[in-house]
């Protein structure tokens, strides 16, 4: 792992900042108990300047991209990623998951949660390869994916095949149960879209062909679509699930991404619990099981490389011939935040190794620059670093100096405007892309909730 650069001496004065945050008139939603999260985990913080990030950030998911209603008489939520007005599976999971353990104390906010859970099934009975939806489940794409070359059906805003795009429901699912214990939203219409879904992911092993999934994208950028008529590069078939886009949206090199199948083998295993405990169906269980075992054998003799130091990490992509690239991507799942999905363990020494090799100059997409060192991906472009690597990074150490240097490059990159944002210039982060970027925002709040939990004396102090 790259050394860290020096820690940036303590502020010599608290400063009062104005909030960032819309006023309560023009919440999307609030809720009670996040209000009471934030005033409780604030007054813990010392640094005025991360106490400020946090009250804007945390709360931004509910603040400005939660649309809640009703369908069938029953809550439905339709969730944005920000400046992008389209619901991804992935990224609404993921801004939602930091309330999720305040669901216990706020009806209004377990409704919502019930609502997205509901949306999510909807969604994927739409069409379980889509990773985007649109907000009418008739209309007609708003973005330039109308013109790609794939089934594209009312209600998808977009349709790469991302393999934690279903991964990513199935987790947010099983933390609403394990958190409230309540069956509201696991109804038939719920198992159906699950079994679809599961039903895909097996699909997707191409044990028996290539399945019926094709995508081309007629700009023709590398990393907007897939060789070979829209099937994506020759695998050979070994249990690994194929997935043809990255959680970044940039489409795969080899096929099976072993971020993704991790994350499937342990979204898989929650889902099975949701089934046997939610609905006591043991046959859906069973199948969920039956999935993950077979895949997570598969990663075991397919999934790991040599570090080119006498030992073996994950790798990033493989291809079942032999043929595997090291490198690693911002966007989660990655191989750095795996212990974030329940996808390794963060003291077992393959991941440690592999997130080490991450974090240095092995990985073609780590930036140390003059503003911060952090992992970016293709998908921005070199030098630019994603807050999301720095966030995870931190989320994922038990260094005390390690997590401080992760804190005081959030404070200094954030240009002033209170948020996180999806990229930064490593040398200069008034280069920015996307200043309204939910997902980012919400993790940050995940963040300073974790050193709340774990490392509170690290709140104590100022950076």
């Known amino acids: 792992m790259a050394p860290l650069a020096p820690i940036a001496s303590a502020q010599a004065a608290d400063t009062i900042r104005p909030t960032r945050r819309p006023p309560p008139g023009e919440r999307r939603f609030i809720s009670r108990a996040v209000e009471q999260e934030i005033a409780r985990v604030r007054a813990r913080i010392a640094d005025s300047e991360i106490g400020w990030l946090f009250e804007n950030c945390y709360p931004n998911t509910l603040?400005?991209?939660?649309?809640?209603?009703?369908?069938?008489?029953?809550?439905?939520?339709?969730?944005?990623?920000?400046?992008?007005?389209?619901?991804?599976?992935?990224?609404?999971?993921?801004?939602?998951?930091?309330?999720v353990h305040l669901t216990p104390r706020d009806a209004d906010l377990r409704r919502l949660f019930q609502g997205v859970i509901q949306r999510q099934a909807?969604?994927?009975?739409?069409?379980?390869?889509?990773?985007?939806?649109?907000?009418?489940?008739n209309a007609q794409s708003n973005l330039g994916a109308i013109d790609d070359l794939t089934e594209m059906k009312p209600g998808v805003a977009e349709r790469k095949w991302e393999l934690d795009s279903l991964c990513y429901p199935m987790r947010l699912a099983h933390a609403y149960w394990t958190a409230t214990r309540d069956t509201t939203p696991f109804d038939a219409l719920w198992s159906q879209a699950m079994a679809r879904a599961v039903a895909t992911m097996r699909a997707q092993q191409r044990l028996h062909g290539d399945g019926p999934y094709r995508f081309e994208r007629v700009n023709r950028h590398a990393t907007e679509t897939l060789m070979l008529k829209g099937v994506g590069a020759p695998t050979r078939k070994v249990g690994l699930i194929h997935s043809m886009f990255r959680p970044s949206d940039d489409a795969c090199t080899l096929p099976f991404l072993i971020p993704s199948n991790l994350f499937a083998v342990a979204a898989l295993r929650?889902?099975?619990?949701?089934?046997?405990?939610?609905?006591?169906?043991?046959?859906?269980?069973?199948?969920?099981?039956?999935?993950?075992?077979?895949?997570?054998?598969?990663?075991?003799?397919?999934?790991?490389?040599?570090?080119?130091?006498?030992?073996?990490?994950?790798?990033?992509?493989?291809?079942?011939?032999?043929?595997?690239?090291?490198?690693?991507?911002?966007?989660i799942p990655s191989l750095s935040a795996l212990?974030?999905?329940?996808?390794?363990?963060?003291?077992?020494?393959?991941?440690?190794?592999?997130?080490?090799l991450a974090w240095s100059a092995r990985n073609p997409y780590f930036?140390?620059?003059?503003?911060?060192?952090?992992?970016?991906?293709?998908?921005?472009g070199l030098g630019m670093i994603w807050p999301m690597s720095i966030i995870a990074r931190a989320m994922t150490s038990d260094d005390d100096r390690e997590i401080r240097q992760c804190l005081t490059w959030l404070k200094t990159t954030h240009a002033g405007t209170g948020f996180m944002h999806e990229s930064f210039d490593r040398d200069d982060p008034t280069r920015y892309s996307r200043p309204w970027f939910a997902w980012a925002n919400g993790?940050?709040?995940?963040?300073?909730?974790?050193?709340?939990?774990?490392?509170?004396?690290?709140l104590a102090q100022t950076f």
């Open 122 to 137: 909807r969604c994927v009975l739409i069409d379980p390869y889509a990773n985007a939806f649109m907000a009418d489940p």
């Open 367 to 380: 930036f140390t620059g003059a503003a911060a060192d952090g992992i970016g991906g293709p998908h921005k």
């Open 443 to 458: 993790l940050f709040g995940e963040l300073i909730l974790d050193l709340e939990r774990r490392r509170p004396a690290l």
């Open 63 to 99: 603040d400005t991209t939660v649309r809640p209603g009703t369908v069938d008489g029953k809550p439905d939520t339709f969730v944005i990623t920000g400046d992008i007005e389209a619901m991804w599976l992935r990224d609404s999971s993921a801004q939602l998951q930091s309330y």
């Open 339 to 356: 212990p974030l999905l329940g996808a390794a363990r963060r003291d077992d020494p393959l991941y440690r190794r592999t997130r080490a």
């Open 270 to 331: 929650m889902l099975a619990q949701v089934h046997a405990e939610a609905r006591h169906d043991t046959a859906a269980a069973a199948d969920c099981r039956a999935l993950a075992d077979a895949v997570d054998a598969a990663l075991r003799s397919h999934g790991r490389m040599s570090d080119g130091a006498g030992g073996t990490v994950w790798a990033y992509e493989v291809d079942g011939f032999g043929n595997a690239l090291f490198m690693d991507d911002a966007n």
